[in-house]
């Protein structure tokens, strides 16, 4: 949905939006996070995502395999169907079954292009790309010495329509990330058999991105 | 008009001076009236200037809408290699700008909250506004829906999806984002909108004036504080790149430039008056009569006008009061005779002298002018009505004056313009009088060989003044944004609301095909935001059939439990009230597109389609394609046209009346000073490398009548030559000074004015001794 027009300026006007700009301080800080958090070139895994709609009673499950390197997120999903998207922040690909590879206009869709952003910047560990999105709220691990929890609640539009807020938790690296949405529907995404070596990626990875 | 009981009464007794004072008293009395009555007594827009049936209430009142649209708008950019750094600096110009009375809005972050509103409006149309792609996939391809579907329900990023109980298919958003599709290249970013370039991110600003009518006065103090702010805030952040377009800074730019040519062309021009009249009479005395001349000229043509009219156009007032401008022939012919004559002279006697010469002068200026009136074009009549009362003014005003000049003119014994003059007419009389056939010959080659590099071009934009840094950022703008500026647009008219939409539809079929070919950047209709009934009634049977085909299977496939299914189906399937423009125009999500929807005034309706980014505007649609710029260079064409044709007639006219009094070959000969005089600065003007327009020609009107008054006067020197041609100097003199340096404006259309009369009368001024033959005492030429 694009919001961006000129001409007529169609939905300019003064924003009367207050934005909360800095967050709060912390006692345990981003800092603290990142220390714990190792920054992989390169990380690899297996993804299991369970959906929570107030229309189904029996939670969609899906599950399938990423990739995330400077190249950006590969995402494969193999269960219940084939898709593929590729993330970099700046496009986004996606394939659907045997389906072509499209281009989805992240430019003229602020909600998929925040959305993919911040999913990047999640998985990077980068904080400046975060708070410009979101307010952050660190909280220790559940009893783990070296677990780390994040609490994101979006400030800006139009990610704040449609996510109530954003739970990131994990050790070493990233282990699961729930989102709660507007409509009380919840989605958690957990990771496994995350592996970070070889630290660059072969060239069977790169072909994927090309893909 | 030469009988002498007639001329008599002219020069002799206190009759004119009464006629005069009456005359003028109830011109100011008219006009007075006038203006005070009615605050509609002069006019400026050109489109009045067109013939009666070109003019169309309608489409005048869509280009006005446009041009308040687009008029009143004020972009800028804010540039810095430090996304924060732009932002916080956008934000400060924005609240430079807010604290501005002049600026009704300012807009540095987007309202999300129209947005919200506008997205939840269309909600509740979600079956009745289908994209053209999503219609035809579900009738080609419905399992191609689904599969899209299934994506979005199991996409990490799917929970922006979609309520799956009212949209199940998750169609809403693209048929949202189908309704609004890019008019730019902007991004949407944190509240701001982003374009990015050369390793800056630019965010985007946008003011828009209180009010489309601001002065330029005030948009031009306007201009000047947002200057002031904007070099503020870059004195505090050097390295940020501030772009900024808009009308004020133009006017702004204008008034800058004119105000420096006011003072140059304007003090100039007096300077060099004043010091002509000093250093030939030692006396500002004959700048009184012919400035009281004028005026009052003026004042006459002015009530008369607008006895006749009801109203005055800005355009017949500047340029009739330069036709009016003629009238110094008529002094200075007058104050040489005086000060020619010897002892004996009195001012009777300088009147009956100059009577037939001015008097024939006026006649044939009036014939000139009055031939512009048998074009169709309004502004031409009036301008011919206006220039003929102002010069029987001028003229009676100097048969007034006389009576109330009590001195003498003295000429200094050493005056330059008499010098010049006589040795101008000894060259002439002893070297080229003989000759003058074989000089004629060769400006006639002249002529006849550079004219085919004559060239004429009436854009309309060759006639403003362009600062070019102002228009490279404009360029710079349109580039961030990705839209060139728009002012071209469709006007469409039908008698009822759906004819209307249902036309528009149509219309955007082609418009689609040449956004898809290039050839247009994007549009605005109001029928992209409210489809017709038709339309919105197929969107519904498509809807419905993809629903009763496959929604229970669907919502079965992803284990929706089977009474919500059923729920959601009823639900879905209920009936639900179409959008009308009526509803639309109420609603708020109309706001930004309302003036899309035009007042007609009568039973009828219309609308305008709003075109970006026109490359080729003849590859549009065949309907009434509007733009204001071609509109007023076609204008300006077919005025240079006419007025081209008139001065022919007006030729031949003049030739006629001289005729009877000269005969057809001696009329002939009075006529070639101010033909070859008005071609040769054509040619030159050509040769030179300007392209020709309308002020070109409008100023051989000018060249026309003063020129022709050279040689008449010339013809009808009653004793000295000298003192005859010692008139046309300085009255080609003052011409010259005072219309020849406009041709220093920057402004094309004052410019190109200025230097055809400077070269025209001047040409007419050294070919006025042609006439020397055809004096009516003299008897061989």
Known sequence: MRVVLYGAAFFLALSSIARAQDAQTDDVSFDTVSAKLAAPAVLRGSFKQTRHLQLISKPLQSSGRFLLSDMGLYWEQDEPLKSVMIADGERLLQRIGDGPLQSIDVAQNPVVLTFSQSFLSIFKGSEDELRSHFDLEFLPGDDEADGWNIVLTPTSYPMSEAIASINISGREYIEELKVNSRSSEETIISFSNLQTEPDELTEHEIELYAR | MSSPSMRSSFTRGSLPLLVWVVLLLVAIAVTAARISSDSDWIRSNVFELLPESDYDPLRESATRIVDAELGTRLLFFVGHADRDVAASAAETLGAALSSDPLLATVTTR????????????????????????????????????????????????????????????????????????????????????????????????????????????????????????????????????????????????????????????????????????ISTFRSLRPLSLIVVSIVAGCVIALAFTLSVFGFVHLFTLVFGASLIGVSVDYSFHYIADDAFGDDSWTPQRGLNNIFMGITLGLATSILAYLALTVAPFPGLQQLAVFSSAGLIGAWITLFAMTRLIRHRFVMHERSLVLHFTSGFLGIWQRHIARRQVILLAVLAAIILTAWRTVDVNDDVRMLQSQPPQLVAQEAAIQELLGVAQAGTFILLTAADEQSLLEQEEAVRVSLDELIAEGSLGSYQAVSRWVPSLARQARSQQTYSELLESRLLAWFAAIDVDTEDARAAFTELTQDTPSLDVTTWLQHPASEQFRHLWLETGGDDVASMVLLFGVKDIDALPDVTVINKGRELSALFGEYRSRVTQVLIAAYLVILLGLTTRYGLRRAAILLVPPIVAGLLALTLISLAGETLNLFHFLALILVLGIGIDFTLFVAEAKHDLTSTLFAITLSALTTMLSFGLLSLSSTFAVHSFGLTVLIGIGFAYLLSPVAIGVRANSTSI
Request: net charge negative; hydrophobic share 40%.
């Open chain 2, 110 to 277: 987007v309202d999300e909250s129209q947005y919200s509103d506008m997205v939840a409006f269309y909600y509740g149309y979600r079956s009745k506004i289908l994209s053209d792609t999503q219609l035809e996939r579900i009738a080609n391809d419905p399992e191609s829906i689904e599969a899209d579907a299934v994506a979005i329900l199991y996409s990490p990023f799917g929970g922006t999806a979609g309520n799956l109980a009212t949209d199940p298919f998750f169609l809403f958003a693209n048929s949202m984002q189908a309704l609004q599709p890019s008019v730019s290249s902007l991004t949407f970013d944190d509240g701001y909108l982003w374009a990015e370039k050369g390793g800056l991110d630019y965010v985007f600003v946008m003011a828009n004036l209180e009010s489309p009518t601001l002065s330029i006065v005030e948009q031009e103090s306007l201009a000047r504080q947002i200057n002031d702010a904007l070099d503020e805030i870059k004195a505090n952040k050097p390295e940020l790149e501030i772009l900024k377009t808009g009308f004020s800074f133009y006017a702004h730019e204008a008034t800058q430039s004119a105000k420096g040519e006011i003072s140059t062309i304007g003090v100039g021009s007096l300077i060099g008056l004043l010091l002509l009249v």
